[in-house]
Nanobody, 122 residues
Framework: QVQLVESGGGLVQAGGSLRLSCAAS????????MGWFRQAPGKEREFVAAIRWITGTSYYAASAKGRLTISRDNAKNTMYLQMNSLEPEDTAVYYCAQAKSFSRSDREYDAWGQGTQVTVSS
């Protein structure tokens, strides 16, 4: 069983930056994929970015390109999401998750963290 713990959320002004972390422990999928999703109030959870754990190949939602960067530290079993030029529309609970293969659908991810709140004020 994989345990995922997010951290790094908070309140930031529009145009600011935050870096989210996701620490993985327990049994991990060495050949798997880890991703970030977010859910704003009243909206469905949506894909933000994902990264293949071994190769580092990354994938982004269109809204994330150019502003968000996903990365991982294999030695620390930790994934990161660097978020720059934040906008009020980025306000959401951000979740990290793990899957056996890449997908933009949250149904394909079988391990989830508890989420971390990101609030961007205008």
């Amino acid at each position: 069983q994989v345990q995922l713990v997010e951290s790094g959320g908070g309140l930031v002004q529009a145009g600011g930056s935050l870096r989210l972390s996701c620490a993985a422990s327990g049994r991990t999928f060495s050949g798997g994929v880890m991703g970030w999703f977010r859910q704003a109030p009243g909206k469905e959870r949506e894909f933000v970015a994902a990264i293949r754990w071994i190769t580092g190949t990354s994938y982004y939602a269109a809204s994330a390109k150019g502003r968000l960067t996903i990365s991982r530290d294999n030695a620390k079993n930790t994934m990161y999401l660097q978020m720059n030029s934040l906008e009020p529309e980025d306000t959401a609970v951000y979740y990290c998750a793990q899957a056996k293969s890449f997908s933009r659908s949250d149904r394909e991810y079988d391990a989830w963290g508890q989420g971390t709140q990101v609030t961007v004020s205008s």
